[in-house]
């Protein structure tokens, strides 16, 4: 399984912008995709997962201003994320694994990242 994302860029405080993610290759029907981030000089977080049966979570950080959602049919998973703020920046990555937690130890797939600047 390879992962790949797009859609990252600089943007103003206040402002949205849509990652996406594209996986090619064998998947399973039980994997979760997730999106994480990380800023310089700290750890990978979880922003965001998607679960197989479709639930989905969501650190505090961002609840009510991103949104993850999956199309099997395209193989593409997206975050789109409104009300940015500069503590948004960061390299986001998206990731495949069993485990549907924020943490990083249920993904065994990464993406390369792309990165998000919020900055006035």
């Known amino acids: 399984v390879r992962l790949m994302e797009s859609g990252g860029g600089s943007v103003q405080p206040g402002g949205s912008l849509r990652l996406s993610c594209s996986w090619s290759?064998?998947?399973?029907?039980?994997?979760?995709m997730a999106w994480f981030r990380q800023a310089p000089g700290k750890e990978r977080e979880g922003v965001a997962t998607?679960?197989?049966?479709?639930?989905?979570t969501y650190a505090d950080s961002v609840k009510g201003r991103f949104t993850i959602s999956k199309d099997g049919e395209k193989n593409m998973v997206y975050l789109e994320m409104n009300s940015l703020k500069s503590e948004d920046t960061g390299m986001y990555y998206c990731?495949?694994?069993?485990?549907?937690?924020?943490?990083?130890?249920?993904?065994?797939?990464w993406g390369q990242g792309t990165q998000v600047t919020v900055s006035s």
């Open positions: 998607f679960d197989s049966d479709g639930t989905t």
């Open positions: 290759g064998p998947t399973y029907s039980n994997y979760c």
């Open positions: 990731a495949t694994g069993m485990g549907c937690t924020l943490d990083t130890s249920g993904y065994n797939v």
